[in-house]
């Protein structure tokens, strides 16, 4: 169930009367087979995309079989979202005529009849605490097209302020790759807790830890004259249970 309530976005555009894909990431089905809770910044195309992928669409994927190689798409359009938290809902319009595969009858009625699974959304009593398990299905751009599934632990918060917002980020102690970016962040009962985000850094803050740990210079000493030497930090963060 928590598999398939995890879809697929993307950006598609028409060239030479062929489909490309564009860009795109992952999102969570919440409140019912429709609705789907991502990431602002996955349905917002940079200026380099647009110019890339000339009157893209947006559309959803559900995944008919478990290694993600059969997808029913359907158009969705934007319901609300929030550049300063990156967060987004979108309403898929599933009572479209779907592309993709030919043979998913059964999944398409139920998706429209509400016998889909979705995840609910955790109350803010719920946690997570420190160092909860936490694990997450998304549709990263490496390993094919099927979803990927990571496990971790709640690491810790990290306050943030924005354009006059106070927000906070879930530090997540979790492999995250790129195109994972919007996917839910689920608990040990498979309740939305986050939204995978970019990054976990303050956004006025180096986004990685980096010490001057080496005679880059070769002067003899290692000091602030060197070049630093990248040490870790938390570049894996969602956004937490609170803003959503």
Same mark, same amino acid.
């Given at each position: 169930?928590?598999?398939? =309530? ?10 030479? /009367? ?7 990431? =992952? ?8 609705? !789907? ?25 559900? #995944? ?16 609300? =979202? ?24 059964? #999944? ?5 009849? /509400? ?6 959304? @955790? ?14 299905? @998304? ?15 709640? @690491?810790?918060? =990290? ?22 970016? /919007? ?12 939204? !995978? ?10 986004? !990685? ?36």
């Amino acid at each position: 169930e928590e598999l398939e =309530s995890a879809v697929k976005l993307a950006w598609f555009y028409q060239e030479d /009367g062929e489909e490309w894909y564009c860009t795109g990431g =992952s999102g969570t089905l919440i409140e019912d087979p429709a609705t !789907v809770l991502t990431a602002e910044h996955v349905i917002s195309l940079s200026e380099e995309d647009k110019e890339r992928c000339p009157d893209a669409y947006l559309q959803v994927g559900y #995944a008919v079989d478990p290694r993600g190689g059969s997808f029913l798409w359907w158009d969705a359009e934007v319901v609300k =979202s929030d550049a300063t938290l990156d967060i987004a809902v979108l309403k898929v319009l599933i009572n479209r005529e779907p592309e993709g595969v030919t043979e998913a009858t059964g #999944a398409i009625e139920r998706i429209r009849s /509400g016998d889909w699974p979705v995840r609910p959304v @955790a109350t803010f009593e719920s946690g997570p605490n420190l160092g909860d398990e936490i694990h997450s299905f @998304a549709y990263p751009v490496i390993g094919g097209y099927g979803a990927t599934y990571t496990v971790g632990s709640a @690491a810790g918060w =990290s306050a943030i302020k924005d354009n006059g917002k106070s927000f906070e980020y879930l530090k997540l102690d979790m492999t995250v790759a790129g195109g994972s970016s /919007g996917a839910g962040v689920l608990n040990e009962y498979g309740e939305v807790i986050g939204i !995978v985000l970019k990054v976990g850094a303050d956004l006025g803050s180096d986004v !990685v830890d980096c010490r001057s740990l080496a005679d880059t210079n070769e002067d003899g000493e290692a000091n602030e004259l060197d070049t630093c030497v990248p040490v870790g930090g938390f570049i894996n963060a969602a956004l937490s249970l609170a803003d959503i």
